[in-house]
Every structure is written in C-alpha cells, then in structure tokens.
C-alpha cells in the first residue's frame, strides 16, 4: 500500500500562512487523484480540497480562494498552500487517494497539526 508522509504544520497568527506537503510512496500516485482532508478536535475528519491526476481542483467553500493544492508527480508529493488562516482552520491536515480507498491506498497517514491562534 501506499505510505503517505504529511509535514509542514505549526502554530500561526490568524491571517497567516503555511505549506502543507504530501510524500507518497509508489508509482500509482501519478494516477490518482489526491486530496487534503483534517480534523479538529472533537469533529469528524472533513475533506478539504482534492486534485486530479491531470490537475484539476475543486475545494470546500469555507477554504476556496485562501487555498491552494498542487502536485508535483516527478517528486510523488501533493502540497496545500494555506492562506489568510483563520482560527477554525485549526486542526490535524491528512492527504489521501479521492476517493479514500482508492487502488493501493488505504491508510491514514499520521497528518500534520495546524493551529491557527486568534
């Protein structure tokens, strides 16, 4: 399966920004359509913004226009670039296959804690 590295997390002031990075193992991420996910505390994980394998996005309104998700496929890695962060981005960031189960993908990741003070 699969093996899915989250990095780029921290602590940031409200308005601030960060770059979110995805190292997948295997070839089959070339395929696949990735997308970002998170998790706040005491709620359900929520997809956040998915990429095709040709590079095309779509994004959950509360996020559209602050942020951004790429891929490199020479390097297997889908980054999510966080703008303008608000205080209820807070949460743990994941990326995985869209949909989730995709051929060769079926875990989680140990994501990347983003939290966003007032």
């Known amino acids: 399966q699969v093996q899915l590295v989250e990095s780029g997390g921290g602590l940031v002031q409200s308005g601030g920004s960060l770059r979110l990075s995805c190292a997948a193992s295997?070839?089959?991420?070339?395929?696949?359509?990735m997308g970002w996910y998170r998790q706040a505390p005491g709620k359900q994980r929520e997809w956040v913004a998915t990429?095709?394998?040709?590079?095309?996005?779509n994004y959950r309104d509360s996020v559209k226009a602050r942020f951004t998700i790429s891929r490199d496929n020479n390097k297997n890695t889908v980054y999510l670039q966080m703008n303008s962060l608000k205080p209820e981005d807070t949460a743990v960031y994941y990326c995985?296959?869209?949909?989730?189960?995709?051929?060769?993908?079926?875990?989680w990741g140990q994501g990347t804690q983003v939290t966003v003070s007032s």
């Open positions: 295997g070839s089959i991420f070339k395929i696949t359509a």
């Open positions: 995985n296959s869209v949909p989730l189960s995709a051929p060769g993908f079926g875990s």
């Open positions: 990429i095709t394998s040709g590079g095309n996005t």
